[in-house]
């Protein structure tokens, strides 16, 4: 199939950028959202221009570093990451937009790249339970119900893309965190450190500069993972129930 | 052209000198007693850089820095969450014996001789057989949801090339949730200030001063940036070379650049052409291919291989009647049936594709079938225990695998050989450490399903941090390094002379073109099956190859900025000389074992016959010059408790 591209080109955080309109022709239905911009970007370099650069590593839907607004969509139409998104899922013909992650809190690098690493410092700030190598009790010593470790695992799949963040109108990173405040907050090895988790790590998140949380959804809809948005309702008791014990 | 690359030398035996002797049971606790400690008041004026951040990197930089070291990490990634273990699907082994089902470490390490096809050394697999109890306390206590059962106990499943139960998973996501534990102990540690991390920051040489390794430089992958960092030793946790081959199950950006550039400043670098490749991914739909993508091996427990016993049978899978199928696997080896080790079901895949009953477009597949599981166990169970893997495939190939049954075709997927290192994981350079895939030590010839995530874990949590003390306590007092040392100035020279040669061709090839070409001829000639006249092919090829990158590369922009051309373009530099010495391996080894097939050598019902007489050793090479044949170092390897055999999976 033929389409058309209108692709956001920046050099770098410093220089303003624009909407630049390409063609590409051969597109198989089989290529995968990223394959076809390896094809553009081929005749790119070719025609002695700058390619696009999009960040792009495992193409299974795991490594979270894809991340392309297309058509308006965080990952596009379908509910996964940009790198499983195939083009059969557009037509011949189409005029397809696409646009880096937008939010104040992931400023540009270049062209479709943007700065993540908000995310590192939200878990720095707590994502994780404090048993340095060698400290471990014997792994059955504490059994964990297994509704408890289903719940734990929904949240722990987050792949820390940040498409809940492009898809919300607020800029807001409050699906990411409540991801890792539940997955570590449920088990029983994540217990002793609850408190102290759900405080910091919001705390860290509202310092990075996200938006507030005002329930629209949207980055529900967009995770690729199916985090699901009660996920922050959840992380909201935790915080108010760790505020009163902290007042104490 | 004829390769001057087949005339090498073999040179001195190389020994590991840190394994000590004594019943193997008991090697890691001496090493561990003899091994010099460093003062914990002293581990704070000792830097330490680590190169990569999955498993093995991840592991190791969070524990080193824990014990009081600093530590300086660098990723190529934006984030160190992003390594690529993530990806490692299936799961962990363990010698746990939760099942009750006879195993132990013994077996364990048994298995895992055999597996890799006697040659491995022992001394190492008895080791990770016994850490590997440790690792899986050490994840369930930093939070890891693995998948349990109903009492709140730990559930486990099989995998190739055993006969018990000892894999832990985490559904489909076995890697990740096991990679994020590691992300999450290290991120503990840069918030403590102990990890100086570096992410979007990529090693492209190693600065050797005196003989011992003292630093690398880097690029920074956003200002283009090029750096030196020094420390007092450097570990290298940068994974494997699987991306030579252009299409595999590695992430785009996975190179061998950091393990190259160390081979060429002294590290020597074993068994090269030890490559696995698995028997389940799924297959390539056209020239646009970018990757492959693995449908985990834990499939193999519950889905049933099979091609129609007719060539050429073109009717849809459904339509084939149960007596017109084969089920060759089960038919060829009864006792292990489906879940025979990766290399034994990657050649039948290949057999039966050859003999044309292939299935899908070009004949390039075979079927992995779940329609008597889901009859068994309901369609439910199925999707608890595979769905995200179903949706997976469903998303690729707009086929329903529920429905349909899946199709699959083996792709290269790990690399076993990498670089060479003692007892203590230190390579043949003082200081240099090599750990996870990137060294050579633990699966020999063939690596058994779920061992990767054991291999990187035991030598990041735990082999690593306890031998690495013995070599700082040794060289306590080293004279510090800077920039203005002149064996740093000439790498920075040689790393910017390189960058600046490759934006300076402007020639009219991309450097896709040029690596999809050498990946083409690598799985041509150095992929499942090798002979010796397509071996000498290859050695000729690759420096034609290498002669027209350095003419007709086009790499636009500049060295001065995020130029993701430049980095693919000085990765392929790297791949164009380690392929010449994978192919000088394969030709060498004049034997077949485990997932190095050489057609010459088979037994009569098709089978890899190795050679112990001759080959019993792992082989390592020296660098000498770009081009000029490399020397050979034979480590002879000695088995006292796993008697080689013909292995049999019948």
Known sequence: MKLTLRVWRQKNPDTPGEMA????????????FLEMLDTLNEELILRGDDPVAFDHDCREGICGACSLVINGDAHGPERTTTCQLHMRSFSDGDTIDVEPWRASAFPVVKDLVVDRSAFDRIIQAGGYVSVPTGAAPEAHATPVPKADADFAFEHAECIGCGACVAACPNGSAMLFTSAKINHLNVLPQ??????????????QMDDEGFGGCTLTGECATACPKGIPLPSIAAMNKEWLRANRKAKR | MTSSYVDYATGDPVADAKAPTGPV???????????????????????????????????????????????????????????????????????????????????????TVKGGDFRARESNVHRLAQISVEIIDQCVAQGVPFAREYGGLLDTRSFGGVQVSRTFYARGQTGQQLLLGAYQA??????????????RTEMLDLIVVDGKARGIVARDLITGKIDTYFADAVV??????????????????????????AHRRGAYFANPCFTQIHPTCIPRTGDHQSKLTLMSESLRNDGRIWVPKAKGDQRPAREIPEEERDYYLERIYPSFGNLVPRDIASRAAKNVCDEGRGVGPG??????????????MGRKAVEEKYGNLFDMYARITAEDPYETPMRIYPAVHYTMGGLWVDYDLQTTVPGLFAIGEANFSDHGANRLGASALMQGLADGYFVLPATINDYLARHAAQDPVDASHPAAAAVVRETEERLAKLLAVDGDRTPDSFHRELGELMWEFCGMARTEEGLRKALDRIPEIREEFWRRIKVPGTGEEFNQSLEKANRIVDYLELAELMCLDALHREESCGGHFREESQTPDGEAARDDGRFAYAAAWEHTATGSAPVLHKEDLVFEYVHPTQRSYA
Request: proline share 2%; charged share 20%.
């Open chain 1, 21 to 32: 309109s390409y063609d590409v022709d051969n597109i198989s239905a089989d290529m995968s």
């Open chain 1, 190 to 203: 994540g217990a002793p450190e609850r408190e102290t988790r759900v405080l910091d790590m919001v705390a």
């Open chain 2, 25 to 111: 049971a008991e090697r890691w606790d001496t090493r561990r007693f003899e091994a010099k400690l460093v003062n914990p008041a002293n581990r704070r004026k000792h830097t330490v850089i680590v190169v990569g951040t999955g498993l093995a990197g991840g592991s190791a930089g969070a524990t080193l820095a824990e014990q009081g070291y600093h530590v300086v990490q660098f990723c190529f990634q934006d984030s160190p969450r992003r390594a690529h273990s993530i990806a490692a699907q299936g799961g962990i082994n363990a010698a746990k014996n939760y099942r009750n089902d006879g195993d132990s470490i013994h077996r364990l390490f048994y298995d």
């Open chain 2, 186 to 199: 290290l991120s503990r540690q840069i918030a403590a200030g102990n990890v100086e991390l570096h992410p």
């Open chain 2, 236 to 261: 290298l946790a940068s994974g494997g070379y699987g991306n030579v081959f252009y299409l595999s199950t590695n992430a785009m950006n996975s190179n061998a650049t950091a393990i190259w550039r």
């Open chain 2, 363 to 376: 004949g390039q597949g075979v079927y992995l079938d779940f329609a008597d599981a889901i009859a068994r």
